[in-house]
């Protein structure tokens, strides 16, 4: 069986599966894994069958382009794109993380700062809808769906297909990790790359970086190259986000292509810690398939389920702790303000960074990021002692984020009221093309999902 007729299997084992929910019931996916990290009730039906829509269709060398399937993810979809030297224009860093997840929630990578997010590269996508109808929408067709369907976290309906721009890759990328000592001299920097796709005269293809503390921080800068040499390998007992930290000026690393686009999956960023997975000894008994981000996910969703973390607290006569994980858009002129807020606020480093403009002039009502404005996403991913009240400290980012003209992601738990949750996220926008595509409310509303953990 071809790409082609395996995929039109799925999607009438998708929609077989959609009718087979009773109308009372809420429809949701079946997944294997989930990159969302906030808490929902149990389901009440069984999830939509995607086990036929997990594959690449097509890959299109003179398009440059992709038709995926919804739950495909970056690393099958890496692996068919680069012998053909090409790559998504937005790879998100986690391997398990879906080409339908990434546009219906929101993905971003060291490309932001000059492709966007991946929704802005999708050319057009079928999403089962509400109704029960597979809908193909696009800048011309369905255009309402097409707009409103980022940042809707399958409240709009789910991508069953997407076609997706590529563009072309070299075999390796060669870093340059700069050291700073003052954050406001590295968002100065990190705007002017931004702004001129340079550093020191060298070009800029990948721009992120890490914060330590406020006198020590990192911009990692990647230039694509097909100039032979060796490389690191972070998957074994060197981590990458180590290899970064130096006493001053600037210095160079190797990687394969494919290695820089998982760089950050082998330790989940830094938060392998957590587990152990970090100390020499630990990590050379821990099995080398299972250093990666999936598993250590499933680990924390057993800690969440059996609630381990907080027993350990009990018995060391420590309060239990809250889950902080987000990830924030500030203006980057606001950026090092919130930095500095952040580290004298919270109890959290390290803090990622990675810049990001929209490609073009869209509306994107469900995240309505500014056109031309050059933002800066703030990742951190910790637990701090719990406050007086449920999410204290989210609380008290989210009130942050807002009074700084920044927004923030869903796939965490989030604590806005009904009132002020509209204002941010889409409001009478999202309402009309729920009404159009979901008359019958057989998929969550944004709100319950996002914020009521449904």
């Known amino acids: 069986m071809d790409a082609r007729t395996a995929h039109a299997a799925g999607v009438e084992r998708l929609l077989a599966s959609y009718r087979a929910v009773p109308p009372a019931a809420s429809v949701r996916l079946a997944k294997p894994t989930s990159n969302l990290f906030r808490s929902r009730t149990k389901p009440d039906a069984p999830g939509l069958d995607t086990s036929g829509l997990t594959g690449v269709i ?76 597979v809908v193909t929408a696009s800048p011309t067709e369905h255009d309402d769906l097409y707009r409103a369907f980022p940042n809707s976290y399958g409240t709009l309906g789910y991508a069953v297909r997407l076609r997706i721009e590529l563009e072309p890759v070299e075999p390796f990328v060669e870093i340059r990790h700069v050291r700073f000592h003052s954050l ?31 006198t020590e921080s990192y911009l990692c800068l990647g230039t694509q190259t097909a100039a032979p040499g060796p490389v690191s390998d972070y998957t074994g007992q060197k981590i990458y986000y180590r290899s970064i930290q130096h006493d001053d000026g600037t210095t160079v690393d190797r990687l394969t292509i494919h290695d820089y686009l998982w760089r950050w999956d082998t330790d989940w960023f830094w938060c392998s810690e957590a587990f152990g997975a970090q100390r020499p000894l630990v990590r050379r008994l821990w099995p080398k398939t299972l250093r990666r981000s999936s598993f250590y996910g499933k680990l924390m969703r057993y800690e969440q389920r059996f609630h381990i973390g907080d027993r350990l607290e009990r018995l060391r006569n420590r309060p239990p702790r809250e889950r902080v994980v987000q990830d924030v858009e500030i203006p980057i002129e606001r950026c090092a303000e919130f930095l500095g807020w952040f580290l004298d606020t919270v109890p959290i480093e390290p803090i990622w960074l990675c810049p990001l403009r929209l490609r073009d002039d869209g509306d994107w009502p469900l995240y309505p990021l500014r056109p031309r404005q050059t933002y800066v996403n703030v990742g ?68 319950a999902k996002a914020v009521q953990r449904r």
Not at 80 to 104: R, S
Not at 184 to 212: K, S
Request: proline content about 5%; some cysteine.
């Open 58 to 133: 097509a890959v299109d060398p003179e398009a440059q382009t992709a038709d995926v399937a919804g739950m495909c993810t970056y690393a099958d979809l890496v692996a068919a794109t680069l012998p053909h030297g090409l790559a998504p224009l937005v790879v998100p860093q986690l391997k398990t993380i879906t080409l339908g997840g990434a546009v219906t929630g929101l993905g971003i990578e060291s490309t932001s700062f000059r492709n966007g997010l991946p929704h802005e590269s999708v050319l057009e996508l079928d999403i089962l809808a509400g109704t029960g109808e």
């Open 184 to 214: 406001p001299d590295l968002v100065a920097a990190m705007g002017r790359i931004v702004a001129t796709g340079e550093f020191d005269g060298h070009r800029v293809d990948y721009l992120d970086g890490v914060v330590f503390s406020a």
């Open 380 to 447: 951190f991913w910790s637990t701090v002692p719990v406050g007086s009240i449920e999410g204290a400290t989210n609380r008290l980012i989210e009130a942050a984020v807002s009074e700084l003209d920044g927004h923030k992601s869903l796939y965490s738990d989030s604590y806005y009221s009904p009132e002020r949750f509209d204002e941010l996220y889409g409001g009478d926008a999202y309402r009309s093309v729920k009404n159009r595509y979901d008359p019958d409310s057989r998929l969550l509303d944004l709100y």
